[in-house]
């Protein structure tokens, strides 16, 4: 299994600001997943990260509003950029680990954009 | 594309009821990982079972079994004599081949009352 952490593990922002979030894994790993979870929804993959080369971004999300980076195999930051309440989520950092390649979540930033 | 849909939005029993909660999937990959993941009040994110397209073995754990069939596309949840502490939103989740990038499906929310 992996242990994932995250900073900040909450934060009220207000609109137009940026906040970065923090994804620390406890062994290195390959791939790095960003999820969002909207208030009541499920979960939507933003944007893949590994290790030495760009982000990949799904449908609906883009590099501007997300920039991620991956300095290392054991972390990764995402960027919220000009919030709006609209960004009012929860994002997830997520890795693949152990023999069976599971996938594991971190616990999650609870954001709240003024 | 790849797809996962939970029908039944919420669900409610009483404890010691078991309940099943369904999930249907759609892929085009031959290789393929299916997911259960609860999510607790505390909003965490509790890895439960990962299945490969390969293993149509159903499997039980203590109260939960899983029972996967390729020929419906179905991977259903039974959780047997229900408690308390199973009240959670529970998703079901589709991998496809070896990128690992995951898609949920809109979860069910059981709540079961003593």
């Known amino acids: 299994s992996a242990v994932i952490s995250q900073k900040p593990s909450r934060d009220i922002c207000q609109r137009g600001t940026s906040l970065t979030i923090q994804c620390q894994v406890d062994?290195?790993?390959?791939?790095m997943f960003w999820y969002r979870q909207q208030p009541g929804q499920s979960l939507t993959l933003i944007a893949t990260a590994n290790q030495g080369s760009e982000a990949t971004y799904e449908s609906g999300f883009v590099i501007d509003k997300f920039p991620i980076s991956r300095p290392n195999l054991t972390f990764s930051t995402l960027t919220v950029s000009n919030m709006s309440p609209e960004d009012s989520s929860i994002y997830l950092c997520?890795?693949?680990?152990?023999?069976?390649?599971?996938?594991?979540f971190g616990p999650g930033t609870r954001l709240l954009v003024l | 594309a790849q797809k996962v849909t939970q029908a039944q939005t919420e669900i409610s029993v009483v404890e010691k009821e078991d309940v099943t909660l369904d999930c249907v999937y759609e892929t085009r990959d031959t290789t393929y990982y299916l997911f259960w993941y609860k999510q607790p009040p505390s909003g965490e994110l509790v890895f439960l079972i990962r299945?490969?397209?390969?293993?149509?073995q159903n499997e039980i754990s203590g109260r939960y079994s899983w029972n996967f069939q390729k020929s419906t596309s179905s991977f259903n949840f039974t959780i047997t004599a229900s408690q308390v502490v199973d009240s959670a939103v529970y998703f079901c989740?589709?991998?496809?081949?070896?990128?690992?990038?995951?898609?949920f499906g809109a979860g069910t929310r059981l709540t079961v009352k003593p």
């Open positions: 989740a589709l991998s496809e081949g070896w990128n690992n990038d995951m898609r």
């Open positions: 997520s890795v693949t680990a152990g023999a069976e390649e599971t996938q594991y």
């Open positions: 062994s290195q790993v390959t791939m």
């Open positions: 299945r490969n397209s390969f293993d149509e």
